[in-house]
């Protein structure tokens, strides 16, 4: 179980520190708004990754090319109208402090949750390595696929929650001006990055036929 545990915790941090939809939407959001914020969003793999490996084991060989093309679509979507909303209130918003709450936490965790399920990476990881590695330590032992599963969200988390708590930590140190450029960028990058997903989920499925 220590193996599967350290295996866990190494995926989970690889995981929550790389570059991807829902990093950068914790970083804006953090950048925007502090690091309440930025946790909210954070945590969101914890509200959505039960129906994400759940659909994952269940229709372990049904998940093909064509569900995750229209995952990655519709996630393309979601990002780019997300990133033009950010840059939107960044660029109008005269000043961004401590006290801005506008997006509030159901909104904090909606847009979190919404990012997670319809970006495809979760999705490919759990259908082509996690899920098999889950089930084959559950059938070995119940306690296995825990330990694995315990240590992997505490780090996909943890990495995740750390980086708010280090953009908090930076943006005390900048003026309203620059957070407010920085947020911009930030929003510019969710567009850049749905983009650049719609074009791989359209390439995606051009290949299935």
């Known amino acids: 179980?220590?193996?599967?545990?350290?295996?866990?915790l190494s995926l989970?941090?690889?995981?929550?520190v790389a570059p991807g939809p829902l990093q950068t939407l914790v970083v804006t959001a953090t950048l925007r708004r502090g690091f309440g914020a930025g946790w909210r969003i954070a945590v969101a793999p914890l509200l959505t990754d039960a129906v994400v490996v759940g659909a994952s084991l269940a229709f372990l060989s049904f998940l093909d090319a064509a569900v995750l093309g229209t995952l990655g679509l519709v996630g393309a979507v979601l990002l780019v109208g997300l990133g033009l909303v950010e840059m939107l209130r960044a660029a109008e918003t005269a000043r961004v402090d401590e006290e801005d709450r506008s997006g509030g936490d159901v909104g904090d965790l909606a847009a979190g949750a919404l990012v997670n399920?319809?970006?495809?990476?979760?999705?490919?990881?759990?259908?082509?390595?996690?899920?098999?590695l889950v089930v084959r330590l559950w059938r070995e032992a119940p306690s296995a696929a825990f330990a694995f599963l315990a240590p992997f969200y505490l780090g996909l988390v943890g990495g995740k929650v750390g980086l708010a708590a280090v953009v908090a930590a930076l943006r005390r140190r900048l003026s309203a001006a620059w957070r407010r450029r920085l947020a911009v960028v930030g929003g510019l990058l969710l567009v850049v990055g749905g983009l650049l997903l719609g074009f791989d989920a359209w390439r995606g499925g051009l290949s299935l036929g």
């Open 12 to 16: 989970g941090l690889a995981a929550g």
């Open 1 to 8: 179980m220590f193996e599967a545990a350290v295996a866990g």
């Open 117 to 132: 399920l319809t970006n495809p990476h979760p999705w490919i990881f759990w259908a082509a390595a996690g899920g098999p």
